[in-house]
């Protein structure tokens, strides 16, 4: 039976947050109850995508953001020009239920339209004021070995429907990527849905707060191998307790020098940065030569 009307409606009005938090206790119910037959030995197939590199890999996040309009084809390839090994990159549906590649939940902050790409055609959302690109011309566009982190916006998805995680599953699949994507996301209910619907796919759950032994403990059995913190909140302790866990750790979002010491020093899988050709410049100098700061640590 199809969600009422009416549910999806006050489900759109609530704000991110308390969306996050009410998918974050169903599904950490859900995992736990589960716990005994759903384990990280459940993972079918391939190696998981991060795990054959040896110290931080490159993430270009959005692309060569930092230089480049975020989520584009010409951010994608500059970063691959830039010797990064993962570009990540930001999925949702349009009215029609395409994927389409762009960060906001709506397009005011990209092109001063107060829209919602939910709300809008794929011909719309692709008209030259515009100019977003869907899933498929990506992986149309790049080499067919490039390692693609696809995040999943959480503002996109719904509680009581499973559409944009099924339309990246089948996307993956249709196009031979399983063995190169990573999908990730902040809601650990989008993390759920996708090893339920596809438990060969290598997932990523972002965190940008405290991690508490609680967390940690929670975090191992949503099943994601790897995942990403806000660096704010990386510290030793929080990287061994992960680690412990069986989770790999990157962080995000670092472009400085001092960032990408910290990231070596903390032994992190990779580092997501809007600079690869910094993270380059910055693995090429030796031990005594630093690299000029841009902005401050938080």
Known sequence: MPPLPWLIR????????????????????????????????RYQGHPHCFDTFEGPLCVAHRGFSGKYPENS????????????????LDVQCSA???????????LERLTGLPAFVRDLSLSRLQAPDMGLVTLEEVFA????????????????????????EQAVVDCVRAWGRSKQVVISAFNPMIVHRIR????????????T????????????????????????????????ALQRKGIQVLGYTLNTAEAFQWAQKLGLTGVITDYPDRWRQF???????TLPRTQPLP
Not at 15 to 23: D, F, L, N, Q
Not at 141 to 164: G, S, V
Not at 214 to 220: D, T, Y
Not at 283 to 289: D, I, Y
């Open 209 to 240: 707060q405290t991690l508490t032994p609680l967390l940690i403990f929670l975090l191992a059995r949503v099943n994601a191998r790897y995942v990403h913190v806000d660096q704010r909140y990386l510290n030793p302790r929080v990287v061994r």
């Open 10 to 41: 006050i489900e759109r009005c609530l704000h991110p947050k308390i969306k996050e938090g009410i998918a974050k206790s169903l599904v950490y119910y859900f995992t736990i109850k589960e716990a005994r037959t759903y384990q990280q030995a």
């Open 283 to 289: 693995c090429t100098l030796k031990p005594a030569e």
């Open 196 to 207: 339920k619907l596809a438990p060969e796919l290598s997932t990523a759950y972002l965190i």
């Open 141 to 164: 566009t790049l080499p067919a070995d490039t390692l693609i982190n696809i995040e999943i916006k959480h503002e996109a998805t719904h509680f009581l429907q499973w559409h944009t």
């Open 96 to 106: 029609e239920g395409h994927l389409v590649v762009c960060h906001d939940p709506d």
């Open 73 to 88: 084809l010409a951010a994608f390839q500059a970063a691959l020009d830039h010797e990064a090994e993962v570009i990540e």
